[in-house]
């Protein structure tokens, strides 16, 4: 069994709607059914006992070791706690090559699940060892590195709940809920428009004291201290008992409290300069530690932190009670559990040794023996709910300190008896303020009911009812996709919409390009959808990137499917028949919203056939308002859009919206066909987005086809009085659709300039000879700049070929040219013009070729 060609499919795609690890996996004849090899199925199971049972591949109810290679990669990621559920094999037309796919929530942990799996195979076929535990182990670990924390975790489950999208920027915390410029991003508990002044105040816990006492927030006495001595004589000026703590820490790091002796204090202080310069010392206030969770200027949480403590039993010793209570499956190494392994560190032995006690002493039977003098849990310590029991003045309080230094979300420490009264009646104090506070004490405290934390902060960023999300089109189709895409995008800015858009030559935002060459893949589009200037995105949506990763949003507003040719690809990644390529280009379709709209080409039936796979409403267009589909579909109240006596018609029920064809220039007052079909759909889509119909007239009336505009797609240009059209038409169909076009605009002799893409089927470049035979009187051929794995000379044989039947069809012969270059192809058609000739050049490199035919033409 040989794994290859191994893809992270990063969104919903030909599968599933689940990320998903895709392999082209190819078997032997004898692991193309495994009842072939004996024992295998014994051993495999014996190896791994929870991987489920197999099911037969194909028509010969075989069952083949890709098959077993998908389960135990869904199984082994399943067993060590991913939240997995899809997979699937596949038989290619190759014998024995399949497609395996397998469900992901973390791709690394996907790829290493295929790859432990495909060790397991091998175990099983070669009769070796696998160790299950120590597989099993590795993708744990690997997944509590890479997946978000608890408290980041909590956040995006909480925006997921509400339908709103979210992206993982890094590979830590940073997270973007929303698009365009309706994003929000957070880093752990911090939200993006936290200010870098309010984070340093609440890092310096002198100047925050400050302004908290100006808030009326009760704090404790003390000030920052110059070296030790300094910090006994403050000691003694607020009195005794006393704090010492680095001025900028946090998590409790270097904090000694309740210090009542001067040696303590020295040794308090060595350890406090092991995390800063600047050391503050204030006095101790006796009682429980509060942490208190503001968020938005709302007080969502309350708990009580216990610092980390055993339970004498009178048989163990100190040292043996931390290492049972850190077996508890909650407490980790790290934040991704709900609590943190005590640590038996110096610190754990100086806090001992004030108990008067030793890490082997065995206290008595339930005697309680405190590790740490702070109660973070990041040290140990313990958390219990409190929320229910805080006094509406200590709330007040809270929410106080978290707006005076400036936080959206605000971990104030409280130190008092209780927060069931008024601190300032118990004589406690706010001794610290929070920003990034954790969340693990709220979601999941040790003790009492988790609280809504990560909803609290989602409420914070978006109102109720918003779900961060911007309009966004995906344009899909054999031909007219580019035009298409132009087109809605044009349409949106005439609402107003600030429009991000990408195609086959460029990502563009305002109009303004961004990036060139073919970026109608999913990367393109998650550019977009990053970008904060953004308020509504246009995605052509070619079959490639969805293959290669699916695509690059969860859900769209509007899907358009154009049309499904028999040029498109087919041959490549396994995509053979018109019903392949049908299936695939369905995916934008599948993942309309359930508010959306997908509009699809009636006069197509394939395409017409997706309508059953949209879960939001559909919009048929075609020329032939008559159409059985199209009145049916217009009978039961739902939209159309087609043309009669001269006019687009967007119709649903008795409305009626009329456009003339006359005030399209795009389509040259109805006569150029395939330009007619992508105005129907372009304006089928706007309607669907929402675009207003003032606005849809006003952009139909400005669009054109000219280089600028559209490039590449039918630009016309006028060269010693013949006419000159450039056009990015690179298979059958639409060189079909461009010869229908031509043959309606007179011309004493047309030529055409074409090459051929490499990545087509032979017979597909044999066609499109045949096609350009038949309706052109000179005929260039030229080489382009990438053959795409074919030979020198290989396409424009292929394309000569073609031409030698079609003149047999004609009964006559044309004029050819082998040209080796796009600019020489031009350049021979150009010479050979004259006045009242028609010349198409069916343009590879796009921006070169038309910089250098605009150039030409005007030299005259």
């Known amino acids: 069994m040989e794994v290859t060609r191994i893809r992270a499919l990063r969104g919903p795609n030909l599968w599933s709607h689940n990320t998903s690890i895709e392999a082209i996996v190819t078997c032997t004849s004898d692991e193309c059914c495994i009842s072939k090899l004996p024992h295998f199925e014994e051993r495999i199971r014996a190896r791994f006992p929870a991987i489920i049972p197999f099911q037969p591949i194909g028509h010969d109810d075989a069952i083949p070791m890709a098959h077993v290679l998908e389960i135990a990669a869904l199984c082994l990621q399943a067993e060590a706690g991913c939240p997995v559920t899809f997979s699937r094999t596949t038989q290619t037309v190759e014998t024995g090559v399949f497609q395996v796919v397998v469900e992901y929530t973390e791709e690394a942990v996907g790829r290493l699940g295929l790859e432990l799996a495909e060790q397991l195979c091998r175990a099983a076929l070669d009769d070796a060892p696998f160790e299950l535990t120590a597989a099993l182990t590795q993708l744990r670990d690997l997944d509590e590195d890479v997946r978000l924390g608890p408290s980041t975790g909590a956040i995006v489950k909480a925006a997921v709940a509400r339908n709103i999208p979210y992206r993982r920027l890094t590979n830590g915390s940073l997270v973007m809920f929303g698009w365009g410029s309706k994003q929000r991003r957070i880093q752990a508990a911090e939200m993006d428009r936290s200010s870098a002044i309010a984070e340093a105040i609440a890092q310096n816990k002198e100047l925050t004291k400050k ?5 009326g927030v009760p704090v404790p006495l003390g000030r920052a201290v110059e070296d030790a001595d300094d910090a006994w004589k403050v000691a003694n000026e607020v009195g005794m008992p006393v704090v010492l703590k680095p001025k900028d820490g946090n998590q409790g790091k270097g904090v000694t409290v309740n210090i009542t002796s001067r040696s303590q204090l020295e040794a308090a202080y060595a350890t406090a300069s092991e995390f800063g310069r600047d050391i503050l010392v204030e006095k101790y206030i006796p009682g429980h530690d509060f942490r208190l969770l503001v968020i938005g200027g709302k007080l969502v949480a309350a708990a009580r932190r216990d610092p980390p403590q055993v339970i004498g039993d009178g048989k163990q010793t100190v040292r043996a009670l931390v290492e049972e209570v850190n077996r508890d499956p909650r407490r980790g190494s790290g934040h991704a559990t709900s609590l943190t392994k005590i640590r038996f560190d110096d610190i754990a032995l100086a806090t001992l040794a004030k108990q008067g006690l030793l890490a082997d002493s065995v206290p008595p039977k339930g005697q309680r023996v405190v590790l740490r003098d702070n109660a973070n849990l990041s040290t140990g310590g313990s958390a219990t709910d409190v929320t229910d029991d805080v006094h509406p003045e200590v709330a007040e309080r809270a929410i106080a300190a978290a707006e005076m230094v400036g936080l959206d979300i605000c971990g104030v420490d409280l130190v008092c008896d209780s927060v069931l009264k008024p601190i300032e009646e118990q004589g406690g104090g706010v001794v610290e303020v929070n920003a990034a506070p954790g969340l693990r004490m709220h979601l999941s405290p040790s003790y009492g009911k988790g609280r809504l934390v990560g909803e609290a902060i989602i ?10 999300r911007i309009p966004v089109v995906a344009v899909t189709g054999t031909n007219g996709k580019t035009t298409t895409v132009r087109l809605i995008a044009h349409l949106l800015r005439q609402s107003g919409l600030r429009v991000g858009m990408t195609n086959t030559d460029g990502v563009y935002v305002e109009g303004k390009r961004l990036d060139t060459g073919d970026c109608a893949g999913p990367r393109s589009a998650r550019n977009v959808l990053l970008h904060p200037d953004v308020d509504a995105a246009v995605f052509e949506t070619a079959r490639g990137g969805v293959l290669r990763e699916g695509l690059a949003f969860d859900r769209c507003q509007v899907a358009v499917v154009t049309n499904i040719g028999s040029g498109d690809h087919l041959g490549l990644n396994y995509i053979t ?4 390529l049908a299936v695939l280009k369905r ?16 006069a197509d039936p394939i395409v017409a056939g997706m309508a059953e796979n949209c879960r939001g409403s559909v919009t048929f267009f075609a020329a032939d308002g008559k159409h059985p589909l199209m009145t049916t ?5 739902h939209r159309v859009v087609y043309i009669e006596n001269g006019h687009l018609v967007a119709a649903q029920g008795k409305t009626q919206h009329k456009v003339p064809l006359t005030e399209v220039p795009l389509t040259h007052n109805g006569t150029i066909g395939f330009q007619v079909e992508n105005v129907m759909a372009s304006v089928a889509g706007a309607w669907g987005a929402g675009v207003e119909w003032e606005h849809i007239r006003a952009g139909l009336k400005t669009f054109d086809s000219d280089s600028g505009t559209a490039p590449g797609r039918f630009n016309l240009f006028k060269y010693r009085g013949a006419t000159v059209i450039a056009d990015y038409g690179h298979n059958p169909d639409a060189i079909a659709a461009l010869t229908r076009a031509i043959e309606t605009m007179p011309a004493k002799r047309r030529s055409i300039v074409i090459s051929g893409a490499g990545d087509r089927r032979d017979e597909d470049i044999r066609v499109q000879g045949k096609m350009v035979g038949e309706a052109f009187d000179h005929v260039v051929l030229y080489q382009d700049q990438c053959q795409r794995g074919r030979e020198d000379g290989e396409v424009i044989g292929l394309l000569r070929e073609g031409l030698k039947e079609s003149s047999l069809t004609r009964g006559q012969t044309r004029e050819v040219d082998e040209i080796t270059g796009e600019f020489k192809a031009i350049d021979t058609a150009l010479n050979k013009l004259a006045e009242g000739d028609l010349c198409l050049v069916l343009v590879d490199q796009i921006d070169e070729a038309l910089e250098y035919l605009i150039k030409r033409i005007a030299e005259g």
């Not at 579909?633 to 109240?637: D, I, K, P, S, T």
């Open 577 to 580: 028949t018109i019903e392949d």
């Open 587 to 602: 995916v934008i379709v599948q993942n309309v919203a359930d508010s959306g709209v997908a509009v699809l080409n009636a």
């Open 633 to 637: 579909h217009r009978a039961q109240g």
């Open 211 to 215: 302004l908290l006492n100006a808030a």
């Open 459 to 468: 409420s914070a960023m978006f109102e109720e009812g918003e779900d961060g």
